[in-house]
């Protein structure tokens, strides 16, 4: 009798450490990182837009070139921020990468309430392709963030639940990762558009 209690004893200790987080912790903070580095990807994606946008624009509007020069070194500023997996619990680090985006986000922004004012550039064709490339990088920026936040979340949510709570303590030290939030200023609120002078 004594010999199939201790043959089940690895069996009854293996579905006992599944039941705490052994498998679902790792698994989750690896979906983190994944959704992380797809956020990075679309940022990285608009920065590699941004080149050819400026040589563009460039060409078309010689007299824009204080916005230019002002997305390229918001570009340069966002580009230099990098958070890596191991950063994604560090709120502050977090803070200066969304910062540096926001500014090229709003530097973007200004670019593209000139070209409102700009007819002829707006309508050249190499610009409106440049321009859709842009936006749907936008999109997919903020598809990534969305992305990124809820597996943010089911982590945060597995960490702190039993019975995977235990796991995520004893075995790996868990801590919550920070979301990812945006920075620009009054960002709640729409903007204003007017098209007479």
């Known amino acids: ?11 009854v200790m293996a579905v006992a450490l599944s ?8 698994t989750a903070e690896e979906n983190v990182n994944a959704k992380w580095a797809d956020v ?3 940022y990285q994606r608009r920065a590699n837009l941004i080149p050819n946008l400026e040589a563009t624009v460039k060409g078309a509007a ?6 230019l020069t002002e997305v390229v070194n918001a570009r340069a500023k966002a580009t230099s921020v990098q958070v890596s997996g191991d950063d994604l619990s560090d709120p502050a680090k977090m803070q200066q990468f969304a910062q540096a985006q926001g500014q090229l986000s709003g530097s973007l ?10 007819p002829n550039l707006k309508s050249q064709d190499n610009f409106q392709t440049f ?8 999109n997919r920026i903020n598809i990534a963030i ?3 936040n809820k597996a943010v979340q089911a982590y945060n949510i597995r960490i702190r639940t039993f019975p995977d709570a235990i796991g995520a303590k004893v075995f790996y030290g868990a801590k919550p990762k920070a979301p990812y939030q945006a920075t ?14």
């Open 62 to 67: 010689a007299s824009e070139k204080s916005i």
């Open 109 to 118: 922004g200004r670019l593209l309430a000139n070209v409102e004012a700009y």
């Open 184 to 197: 620009t200023v009054n960002a709640e609120n729409a903007p204003t558009v007017n098209f007479g002078n």
């Open 19 to 26: 039941g705490c987080g052994m498998n679902s912790v790792p």
């Open 131 to 138: 321009m859709s490339q842009l936006e749907g990088t936008e």
């Open 146 to 148: 969305g992305d990124y």
């Open 1 to 11: 009798m004594r010999r199939p209690v201790l043959a089940l004893t690895p069996v």
């Open 40 to 42: 990075q990807a679309a």
